[in-house]
């Protein structure tokens, strides 16, 4: 039997302790968790504090926080330029930068930051501000209702921009985590899908109202086909000529990127033909084409927002909050994947909600980072933040003197812009494929994502995709089987018995691996498990099951070694679920042994209780360890076998 272990006879008294196998192989006694915290030392734990040590610690921290260099390091933090300004490689990157800044901000003129943001403010600034019903509006009338309405979407503005920085204030950053990569390509491609639609009226010149609400992308595509009757053979035809322009300089761009000094500016050249072409063929009178006509001039002036309106429009700045900070950080995290660099989270609420609560002021309404523009920057060279500054001097130029320039620009050319942009969220689903073959689990959350995006809204699929993703975490964590390990014949290693493998068993040890974390939820299926495998049912002691191999050989279970390396956490009823299983093994003659407890487990279970039922020398190092004590429990006869080999 003592082969079965890979272990020899412990030496006599005056034997070497340090034994080699024909194999070369080394053994030594096996290690209870004692005995290795007085061989090799305890794990350094922080000694609990209390409440006063706690906040003197957080005063003398926060003190350290406000000294020269702590402020300098603060700044670094929450200040990226300072970082990356002084290693700014002027020559490679200010062309690309400044192409990709020009061409964002010229887009940015005309349009709204991102379709999905927009289309939610105009929800609630509808809500908030009705229309009368019934009655025509004067024309003194019609601009107080729309005063009312740009101050209803900056106060949603500003209450997302406080909301953010409050989730900032507490480090909330960390919900990006649950933000699991199908969920998050699922959500870029959903939206992505819901800006093309919201184009399709500009791309094809027929002036619809935009739809809100769930199922709006479908309301659209209806309104669309309904109307695709009176489309404009013009605007048909300059969206056309626009994506034959647009579409292979993108795939130009993309393939000679490391040959070209600077992408291709397509968009740019566009613009400018598209604006020349219709001032000079007049095709807005000629042929009904629409255009952007007069941008307001000048810079408005600084206004508080009525915050007497801010009860109200917390359920409206909430969601907006939160999707701009999904998008946002989806976003971010496709691109930190593709160029290999990281995002800090809480980083991004703090520029989102200054973003948002400084702009709010100006009587704008909610922002965030758009998926149209962000490809866009990409594509046309963009390396560092550098481009932002050439996109504000560009939107600050049209605002004060460069306005009258963009009048002729046909609205379909900036749809055309939008939806080529767009293209490398499209191209996510093609790893669709890949998924099935790797995680099928995973196959089944970004489905469940992109098309609760896609059918009812932006917010809503984005938290339907949270939760669900969540529930597979758990669902999984349920369904994992407590698996019995068998030795491998000549070795030291433990796996899963199967009816293949030729592994080896002990009569009478059973040894257990239940590798998930043991909490609530998983409670149950643990005791199921154990009752399964020791013979514990309702009715006394049975014979217990294996998964071994058929001839096996059956008899009751003297010594069960229980591996915990895979329970990386243990709650309150998890814990009291060992302690009840050490106190019906100890009923029914069954001698328990624990290895591989992490520190925290360890500790759990002592505060449940557990050295109550089982003694310190009954907790081991590893499963070698206590499957060598098992052994030597179970030795009645010859020589006394009780060493590992290592």
Known sequence: MSGLLGARTCPGPGEASDLKSPLGAKFREPLTEGRFQQLFGDAEQEPELPAEARLTRLWRWRARACSGPGAWRLLLARLPPLRWLPRYRWRAWLLGDAVAGVTVGIVHVPQGTFAVLSLMTGSAVERLVPEPLGRNLSGIEREQLDAQR?????????????????????QLGVLATFLSEPVVKALTSGAALHVLVSQLPSLLGLPLPRQIGCFALFKTLAAVLMALPRSSPAELTISALSLALLLPVKEL?????????????????????????????SLDTRYNVQIVGLLPGGFPQPLLPNLAALPRILADS?????????????????????YSYTIDSNQELLAHGVSNLISSLFSCFPNSATLATTSLLVDAGGNTQLAGLFSCAIVLSVLLWLGPFFYYLPKAVLACINISSMRQMFFQMQELPQLWRISRVDFAV?????????????????????VFSMMTVVCRTQRVRCLALGLAEG??????????????????????????????GTRGQFRHNLEWHLGLGEGGKETPKTDGPPDAVAEPVRVVVLDC??????????????????????????HLLLAHCNVSVLGTLTQAGLLDRVTPEQLFVSV???????????????PKTCTVWV
């Open 150 to 170: 740009v101050g209803a979407a900056a106060a949603v503005a500003f209450g997302s921009g406080a909301l953010m920085l409050g989730m900032f204030a507490l």
């Open 565 to 590: 390396s895979g329970v990386t956490f243990a709650d309150a009823a998890g814990a009291r679920e060992v302690v009840q299983l050490a106190s019906r093994c100890q009923d029914a003659g069954i």
């Open 253 to 281: 761009n993309v393939r000679f990127r490391d040959r070209l000094p600077t992408p291709i500016p397509g968009e740019i050249v566009m613009v400018l033909l598209a604006s020349v072409l219709c001032f000079t063929s």
């Open 446 to 466: 970004w489905m469940v994502t992109w098309v609760a995006v896609v059918t009812l809204s932006v917010d809503l699929g984005l938290a339907i995709g949270v």
């Open 491 to 520: 070795t030291e290693l433990y796996r899963p018995l199967r009816e293949n493998h030729k592994l080896l068993q002990v009569p009478g040890l059973c040894i257990l691996s239940y590798p998930t974390p043991l909490y609530f």
């Open 624 to 638: 070698q360890d206590a499957a060598a004590h098992a052994l030597e429990r179970l030795e009645h006869t010859g």
């Open 318 to 338: 909430l969601p907006m909050a939160l999707v701009t900070f999904a998008v946002s950080a989806s976003l971010a995290s496709i691109y930190a994947d593709k």
